[in-house]
């Protein structure tokens, strides 16, 4: 299989981009990294274009699911900032919001400083 010219990729990502996939999942499907699916936008925004990549919408039950402990396969990363804002809203430990979300403690307190900090 022959890899893809820079024009064919960018191309890619754009049709990509305006489906609503974030760049982990752009780049899973290209064989790329996401720092090329990051360049590849913001080249895009430097020629004009002026179409913005827009949030996914959370699954609502998805979250509930994952802070109650029964983590679904393929949380999104907002879904996953919203499971840490729902422990941290029911009073629980970070240890046991780690493991219910299958993080490490470390990402628990960084995302509650991210939050704190907003």
């Known amino acids: 299989m ?3 010219n820079a024009a064919a990729r960018h191309a890619a990502i754009a049709k990509y981009d305006r489906q609503g996939l974030s760049a982990q999942e752009i780049a899973a499907i290209l064989g790329c990294t996401q720092r090329t699916v990051h360049r590849a936008r913001a080249k895009r925004r430097a020629d004009g274009d002026d179409w913005t990549w827009a949030l996914p919408e959370p699954d609502e039950v ?3 699911r994952a802070a109650a402990g029964d983590q679904p396969a393929g949380l999104t990363w907002i879904e996953r900032r919203a499971a840490y804002a ?3 809203q029911w009073g629980v430990p970070a ?3 780690a493991s219910r979300l299958g993080v490490t403690r470390q990402s628990v307190y ?3 400083s991210r939050r704190q900090a907003a």
């Open 62 to 64: 998805a979250i509930e």
């Open 2 to 4: 022959n890899k893809p």
């Open 110 to 112: 960084y995302a509650r």
């Open 86 to 88: 729902l422990c941290d």
């Open 95 to 97: 240890r046991i919001t």
